[in-house]
DNA sequence: AAGGTGACGTA
DNA sequence: CGTACGTCACCTTG
């Protein structure tokens, strides 16, 4: 058979092709927002994507060492001795790369007790016996000793990975005038330094080529050794044991038992959800292009997560109005008890129409407002009748304004694919047809003008979003089903409508704070620039690094990426040791700054109504909290006196008679005495003492009266930093208290309140076990790196997965008050209207008359949102503005 | 113009 | 070496 008709099996040395890129590429260019490093693998990638277009394989493996030991380690325990530790920026990543490359669907392989070369050499050797052209990569020179016929090594060269020398007969001819399998005989005179094998001594590559000429073999060499003459021929005699060695110890073994052949390892397609999730993880976007290139384009050339899903035929879109969508409605919705994916379509902000589909079916019903005929669109969409939606919330809002009512939403697939994956941000319709279905839906470029891609109609777009929520649902357990339909897709309409309303703010007020902001920082700045001779941007840290460090000589901080921090702790730090007025002045302008800038995006987010909308984002957070943006309205200061002013902005609008605000109280600190069932932490709540003073007077075991404020104050971060997964080193600098102080402290927490304590471990614990967190109401949250052998991230997930139970309880429990709380507003028709959600509090405009019948809603609802084993408390206020409300 | 970083506002 | 967010200004990169 000619070369070219052959089959090729491409064989990897993983190890050694992942180490050689690891210093070929910048270290500290490749490393993930978590502190994972990324370069090996980036690197092998890459090389293998290249590999991949152009070599074309047909058969494909890659084998791994299992360990730094093999069985030439237990004949020759020196072997590789002088090899350093592996950097440990380098040992996280082998594993990681062994998991793309599983997702990529590409076999690795190894071996108890064998290096990768070994299984190279025993599958090049099945390879070519069973008709395969074999391409060998590898990073190891012994390789060479593979080349032959059939047989091409690709080695690395200095330069890194990127470029591959292909060594075939000749080319081994070429540059050591030997064959290829009379390489080892050579090495074996030499010797290996980086194995720790020494040759024999002054014989370099020169002398071993001409012997071996000569001889063809070491063994032969030896036989004749006395024929050498020299101190070389002196050396040989002495040395032949090296010699001998050597040879052992570089022959690769060809007859490796494997659980794999040459034709096991035949080329698969990727497994595209897989890969998306772990170069997700990696953040390899450009890769993840490439790899998806490989593929080509062939929707069946995807798996989806097990099984490869069957293509459904898209259905073709007919176009109706009148009777015939009315009947069509009916049928295809089985009188309003079958669900049918909706897709509305806007241009600049006006409904075109709507896109509707069943499983088999899809209507595409153009609408214009005024129109009278299409009474069957408007009753089915009001009714009850089930719709699944994509971006429920952004659809729901273009309708405002049509005189149009949606009811009826079941599911939407944005918020299915955030509960199936917390951590990921948003994605687009299309995103997560290719991510569930491996399937292209395709999607015009919005930046390009004249798009080359043609959209499909939005009835199409509505039976994709009617086959993604099927899939959706079915992957989410029963918790995560009944968090998105008791929680989640009830709360969308809230939402929109809280978007929708708005909150009145004072736009006088707010201009007043920002000249008076502005005078002040001007002044300050003025201040700051005498005393240090000149005039800086106090708001670059890289100036501010010049003048502190530089111009005035001061210790050096905590230093991060771009050189010392100038950070408000770092600068108190600074005053302490080092004292300047330049410090204060500096602290004190940003405060100013900062405030004025947000008074500045307030001012900017103000409506023709007067009003600011902020958009909140259901789908923002890991841990289930709602997030607020443009503008976000979840950090109006409040610390600060000026702070508050801002707050004093938020007022009633017209025809409303105050604001109503309602916080829970320690609502965190309550969950945590629930679930940990602590029954000191119990009591505690349900003593009506105050948390931090009860909890102090257990700790310092004196009576609640004699907690001291300083007490008070530790007690109460200590509390709080629990939720979080405080460390005694964190305590302490928060505190500026002694790291022994603080462990003590801890310790006596932990002796009076030890369930918590216990309870907190078991988080741990069971996430690691399952995988995930859940909260009280089923919510679940993803971990990945409990078991990560890097410790940075394997802690920082462990702090993440205890926090997420806590905090995504709490927001579970305020969502619930919040749907209850709409749900008896609108029933009782009150005027009333919710506005904000700050994660605990939440913040009314009252109509005339009705602050005592809201207020009663309110605190009820909001503490009947949970059952836990402690109440949950609720405090209220109002006023005429937020500031005032506050109690 | 886009993206990363430091800093800082909230719960 | 404390969780969860969003926004801004600055600065480097393309």
Redesign the pocket.
Known sequence: MPDSEKPTLLLVDGHSLAFRAFYALPIDSF?T?D?QHTNAIHGFLSMLILLLQKEKPTHLGVAFDISRFSFRNREYPEYKGTRGETPPEFKGQVPLLEEALHAMNITTISKEDFEADDILATLSLQGKQQGYRVLVVSGDRDTIQLVDDDVTLLYPNARGVSELKRYDEDAVRERYGIDPAQYPEIAALVGETSDNLPGVDKVGEKTAVKWIQQYGTAAELLEHADEISGVVGNNLREQRDRVVRNRKLNRLVRDVELPVSPHDLVRNPIDATAVREVFERL?FRTLLDRVIKLEGTADDQLVGDDERLPVAAIPAVRTMVDEELAKWLDTASEHGTAPLGLRIVTINGQVEGFGIASASESAWVPWAPGRPDYEALASWLASDSPKYLHEAKRQLKTLAGTGLELNGIAFDTTLGAWLLR??T?ADTLGGLTYYYLGETLPEPDP?QLVPETEAVSPATEAWYVFRLAGELASRLDPGSLSVSREIEVPLVPVLARMETQGVAVSAPVLAELNSRLGTQAAEIARQAYAEIGREV?????????EVLFDQLGMPK??Q????????????ADLQDQHPHPFLEL??QH??A???R??V??LE??IGADGRVH??Y?QT????G?I??????L???????EV?REVRSAFQPGEGFETLLTA??SQ?EMRIMAHLSEDEGLIEAFNSGEDLHRFVGARIFRVDPSEVTPVMRTKVK?MS????????????S??LRIETSEARELMADYFARFGAVRDYLRGVVEQARADGYTTTIFGRR?PFSDLTSTNR?LR??AE??A???PI?GS?ADIIKRAMLTIDADIRERMLGSRMLLQ????LVFEVAPGELPELTEIVRTRMAGAATLSVPLEVQLGSGPNWDAAAH
């Open positions: 490393v927002r502190g953040q917390p951590s941000k930046s941007n106090l708001g670059s840290p890289k100036q501010l690094q901080t905590r991060n990426k771009t050189g010392f921090s100038t950070d408000a702790a770092s600068l500096l602290l940003r405060d700054t900062k405030i800038q947000i500045e995006t900017k987010g902020t958009t984002e923002g957070s890991a841990t909290r997030s607020s943006n443009d503008p976000n979840q950090n109006i200061p409040i610390k600060t702070g916080d829970y609502i971060a709080y930093g629990l939720a979080y997964g405080l460390s005694a080193f964190g305590l600098k928060q949250r940075v802690e920082n702090r993440q205890l926090n997420s905090q709490a700050v994660h605990d509090e």
